[in-house]
Each structure stands twice: as C-alpha cells, then as structure tokens.
C-alpha cells in the first residue's frame, strides 16, 4: 500500500486548522507550564529496503517481496517550556515478522530448458525495532484543539535475524540455507512528525484535560548489515556487494492514534 506523506500530512494539518479556528481567540492567556504524558497506537507502513528484496528475488527466488504491516506501540512525555513549542522524550516499539515458503527449480545452465533438481525452501526473517528519540515541536495555536509539527533525534536499538531452511533433490546442492543474520543492532534515528490534539471537554481550557491525538510520523533507522555476506559461499556468482552493508528496512511511516493526558499548574 503506497501512502503518499505529503498528503497525510496536509490531512492532519486540515482537521487541526478546522478544530482550532473558533478557540484561537478565546485562549491567548498563558496558562502555564502545560506537561503532557501519551500513548498511542499505530500501523507502519513502507518498512523493508528495496535493495534486500531486488537481490532476494533475483538470487534466492523469493516469492514475498514486501515486510507485512505490523502495529507500533508508544509513549512519550512533553513540556511547553517555550510560548508555543513543547519539547520531550518519545519511544517506539514494533516488530516484523516475515516468512517466504516456495519450491524452486534448479538448471545446470541458465539455458536448460529442463531442471535436473528441485529445492523446498523456506525463509523466516524477523526485526525488532526500539527507538527513543528526544523531540522539539511547535504549536501554532495555544488551546484544547490545536495542530502541532515537529521532529526528534535520538537513537534505535534492536535485532535481526534472518533463517534459511533448503531441502534439495540434489544431494551435491551448494545451496544448504542456514543462519544468514542474527544481529544486535545499534544506530541514530530520526523523526518528522505533525498531528492534532482534540480535548474531550470543548468548554475546558485551563485545567487538566483528556485529549486525542491523531498523528502522522516518519522515524528514520540507520540499521545496516551486510545481510548477504554468509549466504555468498552457497552463489556461483554473488555480487561483490554482498561484503558490504546495506539498510536493513527498519524506516517507515506511522499513522496513529492516542490519549494525551495533559496537566496545568494550579493557580494560586
């Protein structure tokens, strides 16, 4: 599914501009120092890397060609320190579970019509993203309904691990499968992000308050590996670029939703 994240971010943009419009005049006094503490729930999308999968095709014969969606999990803790910004710490949580099973015919010479042999292959690949990311972000309307835009750095930790099971009909087969990647993972990550805050009570617009954010985030990973090299030994011809690091796939698009709890100092 192809999601365009300009569009998602003029979609979010457009719903905080409608919800703020007719509070931005009723709220120009300072409340305070507001704190905010979140959850959220969400879908990524876009995870995996184009590389891994054009040599997957190519020289493994896989079949699945896209990481399947998976839910992320989050928190994060904020404070307006500045008239209209807010600055906290975020993290996020997801897992990929992907699995290929297919048969592949095997030709002593790429112009045999005919196999001579036949494998039963089966590939299990999983990756276990964490990131935790420290945020700056700016409010352009200070009250309950209001839109909001920022970015975070931080890092991301975490593991790969990738499986190859082959069974053939040729008892000489070079091609034997086995433990390709199984990484612990370290590395920066990055995050660009706008959303809204609905508050549950319209009429509220200085104490604590129940909010619903609705947002739209893209972290970036820097996870690398070279995730070919040990399979190479098992390839007549492996590209010389099997020996070097390429993006392992953990960068993706989030569209969640979640509940902000947010707390304003008492007036004395």
Same mark, same amino acid.
């Given at each position: 599914?192809?999601?365009?994240?300009?569009?998602?971010?003029?979609?979010?943009?457009?719903?905080?501009?409608?919800?703020?419009?007719?509070?931005?005049?009723?709220?120009?006094?300072?409340?305070?120092?507001?704190?905010?503490?979140?959850?959220?729930?969400?879908?990524?999308?876009?995870?995996?890397?184009?590389?891994?999968?054009?040599?997957?095709?190519?020289?493994?014969?896989?079949?699945?060609?896209?990481?399947?969606?998976?839910?992320?999990?989050?928190?994060?803790?904020?404070?307006?320190?500045? +008239?209209?910004?807010?600055?906290?710490?975020?993290?996020?949580?997801?897992?990929?579970?992907?699995?290929?099973?297919?048969?592949?015919?095997?030709?002593?010479?790429?112009?045999?019509?005919?196999?001579?042999?036949?494998?039963?292959?089966?590939?299990?690949?999983?990756?276990?993203?964490?990131?935790?990311?420290?945020?700056?972000?700016?409010?352009?309307?200070?009250?309950?309904?209001?839109?909001?835009?920022?970015?975070?750095?931080?890092?991301?930790?975490?593991?790969?691990?990738?499986?190859?099971?082959?069974?053939?009909?040729?008892?000489?087969?070079?091609?034997?499968?086995?433990?390709?990647?199984?990484?612990?993972?370290?590395?920066?990550?990055?995050?660009?992000?706008?959303?809204?805050?609905?508050?549950?009570?319209?009429?509220?617009?200085?104490?604590?308050?129940?909010?619903?954010?609705?947002?739209?985030?893209?972290?970036?990973?820097?996870?690398?590996?070279?995730?070919?090299?040990?399979?190479?030994?098992?390839?007549?011809?492996? +590209?010389?670029?099997?020996?070097?690091?390429?993006?392992?796939?953990?960068?993706?698009?989030?569209?969640?939703?979640?509940?902000?709890?947010?707390?304003? +100092?008492?007036?004395?």
């Amino acid at each position: 599914m192809k999601i365009s994240v300009i569009s998602l971010f003029c979609i979010v943009a457009a719903i905080g501009y409608a919800t703020a419009k007719d509070t931005s005049e009723k709220n120009t006094e300072n409340t305070g120092h507001r704190f905010a503490l979140s959850a959220y729930i969400g879908q990524k999308y876009g995870l995996g890397a184009s590389a891994f999968f054009d040599d997957y095709a190519t020289y493994f014969g896989g079949r699945n060609l896209s990481f399947p969606l998976v839910s992320a999990f989050g928190s994060a803790a904020k404070m307006e320190l500045l +008239p209209n910004m807010r600055f906290g710490i975020g993290g996020e949580h997801f897992s990929v579970n992907f699995t290929d099973n297919y048969l592949q015919s095997v030709f002593l010479n790429p112009n045999d019509v005919a196999p001579y042999a036949s494998r039963e292959i089966s590939q299990q690949y999983s990756l276990t993203v964490s990131s935790v990311l420290l945020t700056a972000e700016y409010i352009p309307v200070v009250s309950p309904y209001r839109t909001y835009a920022g970015i975070g750095a931080g890092a991301a930790f975490g593991t790969a691990k990738w499986l190859e099971t082959a069974h053939s009909t040729d008892v000489h087969d070079k091609r034997v499968g086995g433990q390709y990647l199984n990484d612990n993972l370290l590395a920066p990550a990055a995050a660009l992000y706008a959303g809204v805050e609905l508050a549950f009570d319209r009429t509220k617009h200085n104490g604590d308050l129940i909010l619903l954010a609705i947002e739209v985030r893209y972290v970036a990973v820097g996870f690398s590996r070279p995730i070919f090299e040990k399979a190479a030994e098992q390839f007549a011809e492996p +590209p010389p670029y099997w020996n070097e690091p390429m993006p392992i796939g953990a960068s993706g698009l989030t569209l969640q939703i979640g509940l902000v709890f947010q707390f304003v +100092p008492r007036r004395k």
